[in-house]
């Protein structure tokens, strides 16, 4: 491996990634070219790009970037991943490039919801049809699939791609609450059928492309109007999923549902194993650290955690509560009706004020249809009271879950 210390690398890895997909963000370009004059030591040097150091070398195929040591290191202490736009963090976890085009494999976009950092790897893999015919071979068919409940993306892992505009409807469909799957459906089916065909899920798709260059400069509006109305020719693990090898198969709405209620539910169990470390129950502590999860600096999170232990002392003698799964997964549907639970609190006042813990539970009834338990209410009340009268700040909750929900991105 050849290392070089020259302007000539800062200038190669601005090539590199302006070589990445079209919708790329040129942010991140920038920030490269504002460091290049200085780039130039063996593994050497680093880029920043976007607050992500990158190191790299030179290759037979010239500049890569890797991840540096040093990188994974903060990104272990970072309980809070980058603020970044969703195109961003797209192009930090996509893995695999074919075309000149970035994909995610169903593995690096599990690691996009839950983790701070992407694992460590050299640049993209580079693909041949070849390999793409392969891994569409590794499909599951749908039908079986969603009978049995199967965590679809952990079993395929890296066996599988998935493009930019399906990476961005997946985070849509991931924070929607049951109610809204119908509507859904509806802006797929755009012949009104109740069956969406291949050709009508593209449509959208290009147009989750479309909305999300919306905000892009307007030196860029062009190029990237290209990249996201285009009609792809690639078939990708997605596509071939809900419309079969061929894209003839028609989705119909009982299977539109279960694919996301059983999308939603792996990301939940990726997020809960992921604290749980074999068991399947959680502590008080490890719940409140996943719902803080995207909401708040390292030192603002420990002094949320540090109110929940005082209040867990005085008052059981620090023994915690457990938390299942069922109990977990219950909480964050109800995040998914946050918007519903704002409404049913302006039933007790025109504006922002605390509540109680009655008050709060009589509302995520009102707004999702369940009533949430007690210990799980109370463990919210002792992680945002902050002077320990038993209400909390209804606004500060609220911006906080939404912080969540919006999985810290920056749009």
């Known amino acids: 491996m ?18 990445a997909p079209r919708f790329q963000s ?41 991840l ?33 085009q970035a994909y995610m494999t169903p593995a690096d976009f599990l690691d996009s919801v839950v983790k701070s950092m992407p694992r460590p790897r050299v640049g993209r893999l580079k693909l041949q049809k070849s390999d793409i015919d392969d891994m ?18 952990t079993k395929l892992q890296h066996r599988g791609l998935i493009s930019y505009t399906e990476y961005l409807f997946l985070l849509c469909i991931l924070t929607r609450p049951q109610s809204n799957f119908k509507m859904a459906f509806n ?21 989750f492309g479309k909305l999300a260059e919306r905000d892009k400069d307007e030196t860029q509006t062009g190029e990237a109007e290209e990249t996201a109305m285009g009609m792809p020719e690639l078939d990708t693990t997605l596509t071939t999923y809900l419309f079969g090898p061929k894209g003839k198969l028609l989705l119909k709405y009982n299977d539109f549902y279960k694919f996301i209620d ?10 809960f194993n992921e604290v749980a470390k074999g068991k399947n129950i959680i502590s008080e502590e490890a719940f409140a650290r996943i719902i803080l ?3 708040c600096e390292h030192n603002v999170e420990e002094e949320f955690l540090n109110r929940l232990r005082k209040k867990i002392m005085e008052e059981r003698n620090g023994i915690q509560q457990e ?89």
């Open 262 to 271: 059983n999308l939603q539910t792996e990301v939940l169990e990726m997020e």
């Open 2 to 19: 050849a290392f070089t210390t020259t302007r000539t690398v800062g200038r190669q890895l601005l090539q590199n990634m302006r070589r």
């Open 323 to 411: 938390i299942s799964f069922r109990e977990f997964k219950q909480f964050c549907q109800f995040l998914n009706n946050l918007d519903a639970f704002v409404a049913a609190m302006r039933l007790y006042s025109f504006t922002d004020y605390a509540v109680t813990q009655t008050e709060f539970a009589r509302a995520v009834k009102i707004s999702t249809g369940f009533l949430l338990e007690d210990h799980i209410v109370d463990t919210v009340f002792k992680l945002f009271d902050d002077n320990g009268d038993g209400f909390i700040s209804n606004d500060e909750f609220i911006a906080r879950m939404k912080d969540r929900l919006h999985m810290g991105f920056r749009k």
């Open 187 to 207: 802006i797929f089916d755009t012949d009104g059928n109740q069956r969406v065909d291949r050709y009508e899920f593209q449509r959208i798709l290009n147009l």
């Open 68 to 100: 540096t040591a040093y990188a994974a290191a903060k990104a272990k202490k970072a309980p809070r991943q980058l603020e970044l736009s969703r195109e961003e963090r797209f192009c930090m976890f996509a893995s695999l490039e074919y075309d000149g």
């Open 136 to 153: 569409l071979q590794v499909v599951p068919k749908r039908t079986a699939s969603l009978e049995t409940g199967a965590a679809l993306f």
């Open 293 to 295: 999860r995207y909401t």
């Open 26 to 66: 040129r942010q991140i370009a920038t920030k490269a070219e504002q460091a290049g004059g200085r780039l130039g030591r063996p593994l050497a040097g680093v880029a920043v790009a976007s607050g992500l150091l990158i190191g790299y070398y030179v290759n037979r195929t010239g500049v890569q970037p890797v």
